[in-house]
């Protein structure tokens, strides 16, 4: 018997699907994962069937119109389920992540007349039928248009006679601009024993077929690139591809260009700093098979590849891998699960692992690879720690600076090597305080105080509000404002002042504003015009500059100061990262870190490049409370733009939660108190399994409280 009903995710921020009936026009072409324009509401709207039923519990409406596009294929299909199941996440919202953004965007599609409308537009004899007949007999119009003069009831009649049909807009396939960035590197062409030995680990996994999962544990410059890319060039060449998800869109074009050489012409590149029109032309090469290699950042692992053969998650440690906006989702844990799905190997790939994949390979989950020392020659670099509480240290117009660190950088200029120094503040100032009653500059929106950038603009780094720096103080009148610490900006000026000669760049998202930006400072650091570089973590992501010989890390403690249960092992992960980037050429390198806590041990671990160490200390501190990778962690969010109704919600709802299983933390007030003028509380649970977890978080977003809204979060990673 024919399927009469579809049931259909739309791209709004819902879990339900709706019901829609498949007309005789249709009938047997509408399949699971088909692309359809259904009416919603009084406008038309993309969707993508999920199943087929045969009945509805409500009365339907028709579809549409079938896309000419081919339906999402099975395995796709099927990591969105598991993916909205897992994270209780818009289906409708992640499968839109899987067509290119013409099919994808909510714009109103146009109606034309069919063969049999236009041969029955003589058989209307007035009325509102033969108007709109009319009205579409000079050409296609949308539906927008038509419905100014026609109900919306006729159109939809008119298309389940058959009268009438949807044109969907068609993508423009313009090709893909090759990456601009590029560099003349030495072929590697020889491995180190243990490079081979993870490549022959790795390719034996490719040819036995099969789900395998891998963690590639590599020290920063151990080459866990070439691997990839060996790695790679063997499944290109046995017709297979091969997806790349990389944190950041910073990262993309070195590793392009070292993977244009393996596979040239065939490298394709999918983020949102691309046009709407180069996605689509990615997209379609991706679905048509001619690239054979894809790199993309989390949103990419819900591309249509067919003939996947390998994942690689380069830096899975990262937590922009995290999206905890709606659709929520980890881009790292997803790309395990489709490697599961299309039964193929992934290899995630760090030289600070995050705690839940080194708990993996612990277990046996993943197997454990190990690239314990650098490909090249070149020697680890040293590594010395600065207490920054020791006043004679201190170099009062270099802000954040050490008389050591600075007299290392006038011996990088001098010798003609260059340096980075990383600062995670960007902005000129934290904030601007008055000097007479102590109040700092706060944003009238958010509990946080505006960064300030220059003396034309002061700016929240949470709802984006900016403004003009105050001449006086808001809270006394006074005349005595004056940016207090210090953002990479301040640096940047500050060492352009104490070393006029020398060119000092700057790598943080207020640099990266312009197109062509990255491509400069990459070009800048490379042909060495770019002595000095500053930026926030950006620096840390795989950067490789063999003419830096110095890195500085300026408070390398900031990260402890947040409320985070995760705060040791971003310390320890940042250290290390930035300290890799120092001495990859020929020349030894040196890393100052500067510090107010010398004696802590994420401090003191990743300054001896003991990884086991750190990892074992922490290890027994999360299991004794119970936190990941020991238990399950939820998040529940409840904001409002009343105080008292949040407090009084989180009150009311932290007492209807289940407590069988499980630890309920709170309710507290959030880190950050108010963002965008909505108060906010929130309330951690500690379960013992996945499915303990979402039944409470269910049970949480069913609670409802007039003038509150409550968000939960499964495995978040940001909890301000």
């Known amino acids: 018997m024919t399927t009469r009903f579809v049931r259909v995710a739309l791209p709004r921020p819902v879990q339900k699907l709706f019901h829609y009936e498949v007309p005789q026009t249709l009938s047997g072409k509408v399949l699971r994962g088909s692309i359809v324009q259904v009416p919603f509401g009084n406008r038309a709207m993309p969707g993508v069937v999920v199943d087929l039923v045969e009945r509805s519990p409500v009365p339907a409406r028709n579809i549409w119109t079938l896309s000419e596009l081919q339906p999402i294929p099975a395995p796709l299909m099927d990591l969105v389920t598991w993916t909205s199941d897992y994270y209780k996440s818009p289906p409708g919202l992640l499968l839109k992540m899987t067509l290119p953004p013409t099919a994808a965007s909510s714009g109103t599609p146009k109606l034309a007349l069919t063969q049999l409308g236009k041969e029955k537009l003589p058989d209307n004899e007035g009325g509102a039928r033969l108007n709109l007949l009319r009205a579409l007999s000079k050409g296609p119009r949308t539906v927008k248009y038509l419905t100014e003069d026609h109900d919306l009831a006729l159109l939809e009649e008119a298309l389940s006679e058959g009268l009438v049909t949807s044109v969907p807009a068609r993508a423009q396939a313009r090709s893909l601009p090759a990456d601009s960035y590029s560099r003349q590197e030495e072929a590697v062409t020889h491995l180190t024993p243990a490079q081979e030995n993870s490549l022959k680990t790795l390719l034996e996994a490719t040819r036995e077929g099969g789900f395998k999962a891998f963690l590639l544990h590599g020290a920063t410059g151990s080459g866990k690139t070439e691997v990839y890319l060996r790695a790679a060039r063997d499944l290109i060449e046995k017709g297979k591809k091969v997806l790349f998800l990389v944190p950041e869109i910073s990262l993309t074009p070195l590793l392009i260009s070292r993977l ?337 806590v010398p004696e802590h041990y994420a401090v003191v671990t990743a300054l001896r490049g003991d990884a086991q160490t750190f990892y074992r200390t922490e290890m027994s501190f999360r299991k004794e409370l119970g936190y990941p990778p020991f238990g399950r962690l939820g998040r529940i969010l409840i904001d409002g733009v009343s105080d008292e109704k949040v407090i009084q919600a989180a009150m009311n709802l932290a007492e209807n939660l289940p407590a069988a299983g499980q630890k309920i933390l709170g309710p507290s007030p959030a880190p950050i108190n108010r963002i965008r003028g909505r108060f906010r509380w929130h309330i951690m649970v500690l379960a013992k399994s996945h499915g303990r977890l979402l039944k409470t978080l269910e049970a949480a977003t069913a609670f409802r409280s007039p003038g509150v809204r409550i968000t939960a979060r499964v495995d978040p990673v940001q909890l301000m």
């Open 260 to 596: 244009e050489r393996i596979a040239p012409g065939e490298v394709a590149s999918l983020h949102s700093g691309m046009t709407a029109s180069a996605r689509s032309a990615s997209w379609r090469r991706m679905k048509d098979g001619s690239a054979k290699v894809i790199v993309g950042v989390r949103s990419g692992v819900f591309s249509p590849i067919p003939d996947l053969g390998l994942i690689v998650v380069d830096e899975e440690h990262d937590p922009s891998f995290r999206q905890e906006d709606t659709p929520s989702y980890n881009a790292r844990d997803v790309a395990v699960k489709r490697a599961q799905l299309e039964k193929i190997p992934i290899v995630l790939g760090s030289a600070t692992p995050s705690f839940e994949s080194w708990h993996n390979a612990g277990t046996g989950r993943y197997t454990l690879l190990t690239l314990p020392g650098r490909a090249t020659p070149s020697p680890e670099p040293e590594l010395v720690l600065v207490d920054m509480s020791d006043r004679s240290l201190m170099v009062p117009e270099l802000p954040s600076m050490s008389k050591i660190l600075l007299e290392e950088l006038e011996g990088v200029l001098e010798r003609g090597e260059q340096a980075i120094l990383f600062l995670n503040r960007r902005g000129f100032a934290p904030f601007l305080l008055c000097a007479q009653c102590r109040q700092a500059v706060a944003c009238p929106n958010c509990s946080v105080t505006f960064t300030y950038h220059s003396e034309r603009e002061i700016l929240c780094h949470y709802c984006g509000q900016k403004e003009t720096p105050p001449k006086i103080c808001p809270s006394c009148g006074a005349q005595a404002l004056r940016p207090v610490g210090a953002g990479t900006r301040k640096i940047e000026k500050a060492l352009a002042e104490r070393f006029p000669e020398a060119v000092i760049d700057r790598l943080d998202r207020d640099a990266l504003q312009t197109r062509g930006a990255l491509e400069r400072i990459y070009r800048k650091m490379d042909s060495g015009d770019t002595r000095i570089l500053v930026g926030t973590q950006l620096l840390s992501k795989g950067h490789d500059f063999p003419n830096v010989t110095l890195a500085g890390i300026l408070n390398a403690e900031q990260a402890l100061d947040l409320p985070d249960f995760r705060s040791a092992e971003r310390t320890f992960q940042i250290i290390t990262q930035v300290a890799g980037r120092a001495g990859r050429g020929q020349k030894r390198g040196k890393v100052i870190v500067q510090t107010w």
